[in-house]
Structures are given as C-alpha cells and as structure tokens.
C-alpha cells in the first residue's frame, strides 16, 4: 500500500504550505542519491517528490486530501499518464508525459533553482513539432524523424501549446497552430458566431460547429451583441485526466450599415 504522502514528507495534515515547503527542503536533501549512498536513498527520493509534487500544489492537495491516491492513479481514472520507459507506453519510448508525476529530479531542480541538475538529462536533446489546433484537441499519432531514424509517437488528447513529452534520448516541444474559428483559454474553448439583427431580435435556432460536430443553438429573441452561451463540459479534454473544459458560444450581433 502506498504510503500516505503527508507521513512521506514527516508532517500533519493541518501543516501550512510552508511547513510543506521546509520538510520537502530538508528530506530532499538529505535523500538525494548525489549524496545518499545508503540502499533505498533513491526510491525514498522519488517518493519525496510525489508527495511534494501533490502536497506542494494547493489544487492537487486538496484532491488528495478529498480522494487519497486514487485521484492520482491512472487505473483509477483520476490521474494523467505515468509510464516507465520499460513497461508498455502507448506513447513510445517516453519516460513520463504531462500528467501523473514527474520526473522527481526535474521536481528537485525547480524547487532548488536547477542549480543540480544530472548530466543525463543536460545531454537530452530538444525537438519541436507542430500539430493543429484539433490534432491538439482530439490527439493523435505521427511519425517524426529523429536523427535520421524514423518514431511513431501519440500525442495525448488536450495537450497544450509549449508543452513537451520527454523521452528517453530526446525531448519533443508541442507547437500548436491558432485556429480560424476556436480560441482556447485553458481547457475552454471560445467561438465567435455572427447574428443578423433580425435573428437577434426575433430570436432563431443557428448552427455552430464544435469541437466533434455542428450543433443546433436556439437563440432568444432580443439577445444582445457578446451574449455568451455556455456548453459545459464540451471544451477540451484535461491531460491530466481531470475532466474538460467549457464551450462557449460569443454572440455578435451585426448591425447593418443601410437600411
């Protein structure tokens, strides 16, 4: 059975965000493998900071405080994605993605500054892809050369442009292209759709496309410009595994220049 993270990080429910912050300090330290030769010192490292990477955010602690860690468990269906470059990875060859936990060195170099930082990974070279703005939503797989030998790999559904998927000899930044008609905010989605005054006025049903298909909207008689309609839960999935995102419909009314 897991152990329970505030125990991990030798402090008590009620501890502030600084005492979580102080006992991450010293127990990282202490337990870094760069330091701590004893058998154990990595494993108890990396379990450091999973505790800290969940205790240490106000919005997962309290997940975990509510659901323990099952919110976090990928089998469970609340957490991201955390494979090992050993196991089956339906990502290829990575060794984490964007949810689930990170690699706890990356972990211990953002909270130290990166000033110690393990030669592996400064030799861990960096590429970037451009995907589309429904590629990025939906997912999807493409094959990319790298360094003159060709990869499959799947991008996860709801990535976010600049993020990256690391790998295990290389890093690979997402770029995201903007899309005409969808503007993203988060894991909302904004659309603009045009409305003749006399649709505005009299009300209508219009059609606007979506993220999977158009969809009829009614529209109320005497709607005014930028009335916003909302969709909730039709935006963009989380790659982390924690629900979507809203969709929401920008009315512009469009008055005419002649009558």
Do not use: C
Request: hydrophobic share 30%; charged share 25%; no cysteine.
């Amino acid at each position: 059975m897991k152990k329970d993270f505030y125990e991990t990080l030798g402090v008590t429910k009620s501890a502030t965000q600084a005492d979580i912050k102080s006992a991450y300090r010293k127990m990282a330290m202490k337990y870094h493998p760069d330091k701590n030769k004893d058998s154990g010192a990595e494993e108890h490292f990396k379990e450091i900071n999973e505790a800290y990477e969940v205790l240490g955010n106000t919005e997962k602690r309290g997940t975990y405080d509510q659901f323990g860690h099952a919110a976090f468990d990928p089998s469970h269906g609340g957490g991201g994605y955390t494979w090992s470059s050993g196991g089956h990875n339906p990502f290829g060859n990575a060794e984490f993605d964007f949810g689930g936990f990170s690699n706890p060195f990356d972990i211990f170099e953002q909270f130290f500054g990166g000033q110690q930082r393990r030669t592996q990974h400064q030799r861990l070279a960096t590429y970037k892809i451009q995907i589309s703005f429904l590629e990025a939503v939906h997912g999807v797989e493409k094959n990319i050369n790298i360094d003159g030998h060709k990869k499959s790999i799947k991008i996860p559904a709801g990535v976010d442009n600049g993020q990256h998927i690391r790998f295990s000899d290389f890093i690979l930044y997402i770029d995201i292209l903007p899309d005409k008609a969808f503007k993203r905010e988060g894991n909302d989605v904004y659309i603009t759709k045009d409305l003749a005054l006399k649709q505005a006025v009299n009300g209508d049903i219009i059609e606007v496309p979506t993220l999977d298909k158009p969809l009829k909207v009614r529209i109320q008689p005497g709607t005014q410009s930028n009335t916003l309609i909302r969709l909730k839960g039709k935006g963009i999935k989380d790659v982390n595994g924690y629900g979507h995102g809203d969709f929401y419909i920008r009315l512009n009314v469009v008055i005419p220049t002649h009558f």
